[in-house]
């Protein structure tokens, strides 16, 4: 039988056949390769008409809507249970409230404590012996103790006690680290924690009552929230609104359920920053102008009644402080002493400007 390959098919090339047999074979070879060139050339139009339209020119919106798009998995979409409760104290930081075993930690501490103690007096202990017997040579020389415990075929007990010491404290050093670190922790706002316990009195994740038990363990509940200062004037803005400009799409796709809110924290951080600065401006605007008013008058009681204005906004700018920022204390007196100054400053020159007024 002729032997050929498909470019003498395509050429149109073939041996002479030695049978009618082969003879039919031959032409619907000739056959199937011309039909599979015809299905070649039209495959070959399709995909060139085809990437004609898929090589068409993406406008800049596609281009925008594809970066853009993002993928939100609701609350609901997690199984009940742990999956659920995990999904949200993970999906808000305010959510993210956990047991501190402050106890457990003391516990441990003052396990460690004592093990410690009672190697520390065993170590003392030994050395008041060695010292007592004129044995000094251990205590003089560490390789001179080695030394001693390998003649009398032995190990150092000081040495084992040393070691032993050392891995305790290594870990006791620890623990002590960490518990400081977890001390360090913010508490969870009232306003959080209560939150927290609506939503599991709503959805009631868990059914066994043990494992749900942590949540009324507020004395040791921290929580995991850190960043920007976060005062109760925050809360209080973001418990007052209730529109969707607070709120990004991402965070509206995070749950359909209606009794859960969730609010960007910088648009809030934001518009609190915007009252706080309205706030700092009133406050250093209206004594300047009430003082102004008064010191023009130029007598005795006027500036006295402007020193009265100048103590009462005084008090108002550090309550203002001390209630929508988390100002620490020193910082409250430095800004409420720099303040002070700056009215003062006013006050001054108001009265050296009324006095060189002309008569």
């Known amino acids: 039988m002729p032997t050929f390959d498909i470019s003498d098919a395509e050429k149109g090339i073939v041996q002479s056949p030695q049978s009618f047999s082969e003879a039919i ?19 070959f ?49 305010s959510w993210s409230i956990y047991r501190g075993f402050n106890y457990l930690h003391s516990r441990v501490i003052l396990e460690l ?59 006791y050093d620890e623990i002590l680290s960490k518990a400081r670190e977890l001390n360090a922790f913010q508490r969870p706002s009232r306003r959080d ?16 009552d043990s494992e749900e038990e ?19 004037f925050d809360g209080f803005v973001e418990s007052c609104i209730r529109k969707k400009i607070f709120a990004t799409k991402e965070l509206r796709e995070k749950t359909s359920d209606k009794c859960t809110f969730y609010y960007s924290q910088s648009r809030i951080e934001k518009l609190v920053g915007l009252i706080i600065t309205v706030m700092i401006f009133v406050l250093l605007v209206l004594p300047v102008v009430a003082m102004y008013q008064l010191t023009s008058v130029g007598d ?20 203002a402080m001390s209630l929508v920022t988390k100002a620490k204390r020193h910082e409250l007196f430095g800004a409420s002493a720099a ?21």
């Open 45 to 93: 139009t399709h995909n060139e008409m085809g990437k004609g339209v898929t090589n068409a020119k993406p406008t800049a919106a596609d281009i925008e809507r594809e970066i853009m798009e993002t993928k939100t998995i609701p609350l609901e979409d997690y199984p009940e249970g742990y999956p659920r409760q995990a999904a949200f104290q993970s999906s808000e930081p």
């Open 113 to 171: 404590q004592d093990e410690l103690r009672c190697l520390e007096k065993g170590l003392t202990d030994m050395d008041l012996i060695d010292s007592k017997n004129g044995n000094e040579k251990p205590l003089r020389s560490r390789s001179g103790d080695l030394k001693q415990a390998k003649r009398a075929k032995t190990t150092s007990k000081r040495a084992h006690i040393i070691n032993e010491i050392r891995c305790k404290l290594v870990n």
């Open 214 to 232: 942590f949540i009324m363990r507020k004395e040791d509940l921290v929580s995991l929230r850190h960043g920007r200062e976060w005062s109760g």
């Open 25 to 43: 074979i031959d032409t619907n070879s000739r056959a199937t390769t011309l039909a599979l060139k015809e299905t070649n050339r039209h495959d």
């Open 193 to 208: 924690y209560r939150s927290f316990r609506t939503w599991f009195y709503n959805v009631k994740p868990l059914t066994n």
């Open 300 to 319: 005795r009681n006027s500036t006295f009644d402007a020193v009265g204005i100048l103590v009462v906004f005084t008090l108002l700018f550090s309550a």
């Open 339 to 359: 303040y002070c100054a700056v009215l003062v400053v006013f006050i001054s020159n108001f009265n050296n400007d009324g006095n060189h007024q002309p008569e």
